[in-house]
């Protein structure tokens, strides 16, 4: 009756200081709750001291998570699923327990009774006695039901609250994901709240491209090459399923999440858990749902970068399109677009080559990278035009560094589109940076279009060019047209003070045609004008005057040199010709101080003084009378 009366009297006290312990209005953690628990449990017991062993899920282990009394020798700190024989039996003896968790120190009683409902055992009750009471049992087995039903009180209550923390946090990391047009800060604010809901535990983002660039993130490329390592994350990619890893030697387990949104999956979240063998469900639902919803937002911002990239580009492609058909020369239509590509797509070298049946290199196009025009650069293009010629199509080119036979390039991300225009034009547009995979396969895309609207303009450039040269060009001698030459005295006059006219006529050359025939009468022709070329290079302009007459425009010298220049000339034509001519000239200077004479004026006092040097003896040069005390 005394001991039932004393057991009755403990009952009603332990559960008096548990109800005060449960409607305290202090703010405990798990952990404080549980050590006031020991405290309550030593005084209740009247015991030397008490400890509480508690199942850790996330370890697979029990956990010594509170004793009144720290630092016995011979408690364990926690101790594995694994030594117990039947941890979900109710078999289990106090006896099998004391075996595992006492290490050393027999002197002291120990008092252990299991904690749970059920089969299913979640912890422990050690007291510890210097000689156990005889009315032990019958206390100690109210102590472990009143026990348990406190901590499953309380463990509801902490995990309701710690659930609402988190999914507060969820809720409110949702709001700024849905807020964020930033790739970045998504990818930031996932490894964020992760860190703060899970601070034990680390993170890697797996990601299927490069969507970032964070440096501080801990962003991995995405394994495709199926080793142990990588094969639960590419499963979790390509199935759009949770994975989890156990790896028990190295005492460690692996989640891989994937990022998934509504129109792909973008990565793969991976937790890795120290020291952890186990992921809890609720948990595990936690991180499936922080990784859907961070794939959602993920795909938000890389929609909306993909509108406003495909907007930019467009804007691209239209000006550049006003550009180049607007009437500029193609050197400034070059010099745009080189800078327009090193612009968008962040390039070292830019270049537009191309190549024709009259040339066997390659013809740089004036307004490219000046790399293009170097040594180094050949070997390279030439690489570059026969892989463009075996493969019949554009280039993209991750690491050319793989590619490259012969000679090293430092250039590793290589674009290359061909530029083709019926048969206006034939050549390639090269653009080169130094990383290798530095060009995204959208910029490749992109260039494609640019070149593709580049080349048509070009080619009417360069029609255009080429008309307006044969309209200025002489098609025999390739020297320019007498109306060129006239624009250029006329405008001379008006801009300048001092110029000089020759004009040369070929001797006797209806002899020439008579003996040789018309065939070499031309060839005479076009050696007199390569003489000429060669003398007036950089000071004047020479031009076919009429049959087998030429002119020299000299703007830029005195009447001393134009003189000394015309008879050098002369002299150089007989010994350069075959067969050897002579040839008459007449030379017009004029001064604007002296006199105001207009085109006609000067042509005509040439043209008098061409025809003095041929009616007294030919092979001779005559200075127009005006200025002939001049030398």
Aim: overall charge negative; proline content about 3%.
């Amino acid at each position: 009756m005394i001991v039932k009366n004393f057991i009755e009297q403990r009952i009603q006290k332990i559960q008096s200081q548990l109800f005060e312990l449960l409607t305290t209005e202090t703010p405990y953690t798990f952990e404080q709750f549980i050590v006031n628990l020991s405290i309550e449990m030593e005084e209740v017991a009247d015991a030397h001291f008490s400890a509480i062993y508690f199942l850790d899920e996330w370890k697979g282990h029990f956990r010594l998570y509170s004793e009144t009394s720290p630092g016995h020798p011979f408690l364990r700190n926690h101790f594995s699923l694994d030594d117990l024989i039947h941890p979900d039996s109710d078999s289990l003896s106090s006896k099998e327990v004391e075996h595992i968790i006492r290490s050393g120190d027999t002197t002291m009683d120990l008092s252990i009774t299991s904690l749970g409902s059920g089969k299913k055992i979640f912890g422990f009750l050690v007291l510890g006695f210097d000689q156990l009471p005889s009315f032990g049992e019958g206390l100690f087995k109210v102590l472990s039901d009143e026990l348990t039903k406190c901590i499953k009180k309380v463990e509801g209550l902490y995990s309701t609250l710690e659930e609402k923390k988190k999914y507060e946090l969820l809720y409110k990391v949702t709001s700024q994901f849905h807020s964020s047009i930033d790739t970045d800060g998504v990818l930031n604010e996932v490894i964020e709240t992760l860190r703060k809901v899970y601070p034990d535990f680390q993170y890697y983002l797996l990601l299927s491209q490069d969507y970032t660039t964070d440096k501080d993130l801990p962003v991995r490329e995405l394994a495709y090459d199926m080793d142990p390592s990588s094969k639960a994350s590419i499963q979790a990619y390509m199935k759009g399923e949770i994975q989890i890893e156990d790896r028990l030697q190295e005492k460690q387990s692996y989640l891989y999440a994937p990022l998934k949104g509504k129109q792909g999956i973008y990565g793969v979240l991976q937790v890795v858990a120290p020291s952890y063998l186990y992921f809890p469900r609720k948990d595990i639902e936690f991180f499936l749902l922080i990784a859907n919803t961070a794939g959602n937002a993920l795909e938000n911002a890389q929609l909306y970068q993909q509108s406003r990239k495909l907007n930019d580009d467009l804007q691209l492609i239209n000006s550049t399109s006003q550009k180049l058909n607007s009437n500029i020369r193609l050197t400034e239509k070059i010099s745009f677009m080189a800078f327009k590509i090193e612009q968008s797509f962040h390039a070292h070298e830019v270049g537009f080559l191309t190549w024709n049946e009259e040339q066997p290199d390659y013809y740089v196009l004036e307004g490219s990278s000046s790399f293009f025009t170097s040594k180094q650069c050949t070997s390279l293009v030439k690489q570059l035009e026969k892989m463009v010629e075996d493969q019949d199509e554009a280039l993209f080119i991750g690491d050319f560094k793989n590619e490259m036979t012969e000679e090293y390039s430092p250039f590793r991300s290589v674009m290359a589109v061909p530029m083709t225009d019926h048969e206006h034009i034939n050549g390639l547009a090269i653009v080169l940076h130094k990383e290798p995979y530095f060009f995204t396969f959208e910029s490749f895309k992109l260039l494609q279009s640019l070149v593709h609207h580049s080349t048509l303009a070009f080619a009417n450039s360069m029609l255009r060019e080429k008309l307006e040269k044969a309209v200025i060009t002489d098609y025999l001698t390739k020297l320019h047209s007498r109306i060129h030459l006239d624009e250029c005295v006329e405008k001379h006059i008006e801009d300048s003070q001092e110029g000089h006219l020759i004009l040369f006529d070929i001797d006797d050359f209806k002899l020439v045609n008579d003996t040789y025939g018309h065939q070499i009468g031309d060839e005479v022709i076009c050696q007199v004008a390569d003489v000429i070329k060669d003398n007036i290079e950089g000071v004047g302009i020479a031009a076919r005057w009429g049959g087998e007459e030429l002119a020299v425009f000299l703007p830029l010298i005195s009447a001393e040199e134009a003189h000394e220049l015309a008879e050098r000339m002369r002299k150089k034509v007989v010994v350069n010709t075959h067969p050897s001519v002579t040839v008459s000239c007449g030379l017009a200077s004029w001064n604007i101080l002296k006199s105001m004479p207009d085109r006609k004026q000067i042509v005509q006092r040439a043209d008098q003084a061409l025809y003095k040097a041929k009616n007294s003896g030919k092979n001779k040069l005559v200075v127009a009378e005006e200025y002939r005390n001049s030398f």
